[in-house]
Structure formats: C-alpha cells, structure tokens
C-alpha cells in the first residue's frame, strides 16, 4: 500500500516502521476444519433439500419436509463454503502498520474499522504458529482489549519493531 492510500494521517513526525496485510491464503483458510465439516453439512442438507422438494411437490407431504432442509442448508453454507468466500473478500481490506508511536489496524469488511493502539501501552503478545515464517500475534495493550494481527509472514520483522522491555511472549504459546 502506497502512501497516497494510507488511511492514516500520520502526527509530525511520525514514521512508519513496518506495514502488511495477512497471506491471503492463510488467512482465507485458517478455519479449514470448519470450512470441511459445513461444506459436508452443506451437501448433506442440499440432497436432503432435493428429496424433500420433490416429496413435497410430487407427493405432497407437508412443506416442512423442505422447509427444514433449506434453512439447515443455508446455515451450512455460511458455515461452510461462505465463510471461505467471506475470508477472501475480507481479505482485501484488512491492513496493519506500526510506527514509531502507534499500532494502525483496519479491518473492514462493509463498515470500515480503523484502530490505533499507542506504542507506549503495549504489554506482551501471544502467538500461534502456522508455518515457520507465518502466525498470528494476538497483542494486548494497557486499557484496551487484544488485538489480534492474523497470518503475519516473516513475523520476526514486526517482532523486533516491538518495544524490548516486555516483548517476551505470554506463557500461553497460543492465539
């Protein structure tokens, strides 16, 4: 992201450190296990939708019988192959930059949602780990609630950035 569109406005002085976005692929499928089981769920219920259509029209048996099925159905695609679509067009908005006196994050999907997390609050960071260059950082700031800065590749640029006197991870080694 260039600086012409950079949403920030950056104090005098200010300097930007580092900026990135997560690996897309990471991020789309970091709920694969999820995304498995709704899509199974999703093409269970669509057959169970087909049979229950045509007992209803052919046979006409109650509208219930393709009523439930469709509402499982939908559900099980949100659940499913939705989210990963979802992910993906997230994805494209999701933008995280550290300056020498702020944490930037904007995460928005329809509405947009910038958050600023001054530099001088943090306290500590949690992480998962992916790969070995790719993880998560969930990063708790002083008054504020953690944030989380998802699929980071070549985390240990963004790591050495962080202030050093309470760098140290969490006890917990997990996101």
Request: proline share 6%; net charge positive.
């Amino acid at each position: 992201m260039s600086l012409k569109n950079f949403p920030w406005s950056l104090a005098e002085g200010e300097n930007i450190l580092w900026q990135g976005r997560p690996a897309p692929r990471c991020y789309t499928f970091r709920h694969w296990l999820q995304a498995t089981i709704g899509t199974i769920l999703f093409l269970a219920c669509s057959f169970w939708l087909m049979v229950g259509a045509q007992l209803v029209y052919y046979q006409g048996y109650s509208w219930w019988l393709a009523l439930a099925p469709f509402l499982l159905a939908v559900a099980a695609f949100f659940v499913g192959p939705g989210q990963l679509a979802l992910a993906r067009l997230r994805w494209e908005e999701i933008f995280y930059a550290l300056t020498d006196q702020r944490l930037l994050v904007r995460n928005k999907l329809i509405v947009g949602k910038t958050s600023t997390y001054q530099i001088s609050d943090f306290k500590r960071f949690k992480q998962k780990k992916y790969g070995q260059h790719l993880l998560s950082l969930q990063l708790y700031f002083t008054g504020s609630p953690p944030v989380t800065l998802e699929c980071l590749e070549h985390p240990e640029i963004f790591l050495k950035l962080l202030p050093k006197n309470e760098s140290k991870p969490a006890p917990s080694d997990s996101v």
